[in-house]
T-cell receptor, first 111, second 114 residues
Framework: QQQVKQSPQSLIVQKGGISIINCAYE??????FPWYQQFPGKGPALLIA?????SEKKEGRFTISFNKSAKQFSLHIMDSQPGDSATYFCAASFTGNQFYFGTGTSLTVIP | GAVVSQHPSRVICKSGTSVKIECRSLDFQATTMFWYRQFPKQSLMLMATSNEGSKATYEQGVEKDKFLINHASLTLSTLTVTSAHPEDSSFYICSANIRQTEQYFGPGTRLTVT
């Protein structure tokens, strides 16, 4: 059973636009929801993370929106740039335990 | 963020040989490290959880005799692919937990078995 479902699989956005990636989870016991950015041939890098006690977290151009009742969270990339072109993974975990990853979203930002 | 290193970054080996991949936490102690395998354009597949001083916990379907994991210290975990075959060719990535919450990944190791 896929614990974390991610969509879309791929996304093309114009430079300066907003990129939105969505994730949904099943287990209400999850208490940590990170987003990772991965460039080809590199390991994933922690981008931003949120806990279920807040509904939104913003760091620079990246914002996580969290809807606990709907069991959904999303990543918003404002003013998307070509350098943001990468694969993004959402994840969910119980503190101290393994992470469950989404299937990934390939983002392409065109100039 | 915390730094996790992996060595080597790329390795090519012949079928039937063994390959060791090292994962180190450079600026923190990691009681728990994870090993993942990633196929092209796919998500990360957890292979095993490595705890310092104890045996690794392998995910279902992962051959523990083929993928030997040793977590000898709080900063080092190793993955040995024994008797490697072409189907073992993949991108192997380790990660480490810090503060029991955040997970930081290494840069990955590209294994090619010829």
């Amino acid at each position: 059973q896929q614990q974390v479902k991610q969509s879309p699989q791929s996304l093309i956005v114009q430079k300066g636009g907003i990129s939105i990636i969505n994730c949904a989870y099943e287990n209400t016991a999850f208490d940590y929801f990170p987003w990772y950015q991965q460039f080809p041939g590199k390991g994933p890098a922690l981008l931003i993370a949120i806990r279920p006690d807040v509904s939104e977290k913003k760091e620079g151009r990246f914002t996580i929106s969290f809807n606990k009742s709907a069991k959904q969270f999303s990543l918003h990339i404002m003013d998307s740039q070509p350098g943001d072109s990468a694969t993004y993974f959402c994840a969910a975990s119980f503190t101290g335990n393994q992470f469950y990853f989404g299937t990934g979203t390939s983002l392409t930002v065109i100039p | 963020g915390a730094v996790v290193s992996q060595h080597p970054s790329r390795v090519i080996c012949k079928s039937g040989t063994s390959v060791k991949i090292e994962c180190r936490s450079l600026d923190f102690q990691a009681t728990t490290m994870f090993w993942y395998r990633q196929f092209p354009k796919q998500s990360l597949m957890l292979m095993a959880t490595s705890n310092e001083g104890s045996k690794a916990t392998y995910e279902q379907g992962v051959e523990k005799d083929k993928f030997l994991i040793n977590h000898a210290s709080l900063t080092l975990s190793t993955l040995t692919v024994t008797s490697a075959h072409p189907e073992d060719s993949s991108f192997y990535i380790c990660s480490a937990n810090i503060r029991q919450t955040e997970q930081y990944f290494g840069p990955g190791t590209r294994l090619t078995v010829t």
